[in-house]
């Protein structure tokens, strides 16, 4: 059963910027279709972006041209680049196998203003 492993996540100012990162141990990403989803307190959890195992993109409206989802299957990893932060950014992010419905434990993002 693969696990997932999210990091990268903190505190940072509006405006600033954060790389996460999704690292699948015990199987690999190879040709997998995956997704970053966030959740706020109180809120359902929501697709943020995915990528599919040919490395074609897809974005939440109004996400595209903040966050960029990448991967790099020799490394295992998924990767979630989240420029010019908001507040409403804050929340928990999660990045899920889709095939599988196997999720990570998620990693804490707070954006101050």
């Known amino acids: 059963q693969v696990q997932l492993v999210e990091s990268g996540g903190g505190l940072v100012q509006a405006g600033g910027s954060l790389r996460l990162s999704c690292s699948a141990f015990?199987?690999?990403?190879?040709?997998?279709?995956i997704g970053w989803y966030r959740q706020a307190p109180g809120d359902q959890r929501e697709s943020v972006a995915t990528?599919?195992?040919?490395?074609?993109?897809n974005y939440a409206g109004g996400l595209r041209g903040r966050f960029t989802i990448s991967r790099d299957d020799a490394q295992n990893t998924v990767y979630l680049q989240m420029n010019n932060l908001k507040p409403e950014d804050t929340a928990t992010y999660y990045c899920?196998?889709?095939?599988?419905?196997?999720w990570g434990q998620g990693t804490q993002v707070t954006v101050s203003s």
């Open positions: 015990g199987g690999t990403f190879r040709f997998k279709h």
């Open positions: 990528i599919t195992g040919v490395g074609s993109t």
């Open positions: 899920h196998i889709m095939a599988t419905s196997t």
